[in-house]
C-alpha cells in the first residue's frame, strides 16, 4: 500500500480518530517511511517503531517513540553496536525505549551492558518464552520462574528503574504465528 492508502485505512479504521500506530514486525527499519511518517503527522498520527536497532535510518528523528530492540546472546545474532549507537543518535528529541527479551544471566548482563552504554530511555526487560516456535505450546510456569528470577536478580543489583514484564502476546497467543 502506498502512504496515503495507510493513513486513509488507519482513519477508516478508527472512524476518524488520530491514533498512536506502531510499527512493527521484521524490521520495518528497512522500509522507507518518510512519506507514512509525514502524512500521518499531517492527519494527527504519532508513530512509535520497534526495531533490533541495526538499520539506523535518518527519519528515525521523525518518530514520536522508538523502541530498540537489541537481540541478546540467546538470540545467537551479534550486536551491531556502532549501528545501535548511530539509531539512538538519529532519534534525538524522540522518546525512546529500550526492551530486552531475557532468558539468562548471560541475556541479563547483555542488557546491563545496554542500560551503561545508552543512559537514556525507559528500559524494559521481558522473560523469554522457552517453547519453541514450531510449537503452539506455551510454558506458563517456566515463564513464572523466570519473571520471578529476573525481578530477583534485577533487585540484587539495585537496577530499580527497569520495568519487568512478560511478553503480553505470549500469554494471549503463545507461539501462535499470525496469518
Known amino acids: 500500500m502506498a502512504a496515503q492508502q495507510i493513513v486513509d485505512e488507519i482513519f477508516r479504521l478508527t472512524n476518524d480518530q488520530p491514533i498512536l500506530v506502531t510499527l512493527s514486525g521484521g524490521n520495518p527499519a528497512l522500509q522507507p517511511l518518510q512519506e507514512l511518517l509525514q502524512i500521518g503527522h499531517e492527519r494527527?498520527?504519532?508513530?512509535?517503531?520497534?526495531?533490533?536497532?541495526?538499520?539506523?535510518?535518518?527519519?528515525?528523528?521523525?518518530?514520536?517513540?522508538?523502541?530498540?530492540s537489541p537481540k541478546p546472546p540467546s538470540s545467537l545474532m551479534e550486536t551491531d553496536w556502532p549501528a545501535l549507537r548511530e539509531c539512538a543518535r538519529l532519534a534525538s528529541g524522540v522518546e525512546i525505549v529500550w526492551k530486552i527479551v531475557v532468558f539468562d544471566e548471560a541475556d541479563y548482563l547483555f542488557?546491563?551492558?545496554?542500560?551503561?552504554?545508552?543512559?537514556?530511555?525507559?528500559?524494559?526487560?521481558?522473560?523469554?518464552n522457552a517453547a519453541t516456535q514450531a510449537s503452539d505450546e506455551f510454558d506458563v510456569a517456566g515463564l513464572a520462574t523466570r519473571t520471578e528470577w529476573l525481578l530477583a536478580r534485577a533487585m540484587q543489583d539495585g537496577w530499580l528503574d527497569a520495568t519487568i514484564l512478560p511478553q503480553v502476546h505470549t500469554l494471549l497467543w503463545g507461539n501462535k504465528r499470525g496469518v
Do not use: C, I, Y
Open 111 to 128: 542488557a546491563r551492558q545496554v542500560r551503561e552504554n545508552f543512559p537514556r530511555g525507559r528500559f524494559f526487560l521481558q522473560p523469554g
Open 44 to 68: 494527527g498520527l504519532t508513530f512509535a517503531l520497534e526495531t533490533q536497532g541495526s538499520k539506523p535510518r535518518e527519519w528515525f528523528s521523525r518518530l514520536d517513540h522508538l523502541v530498540l
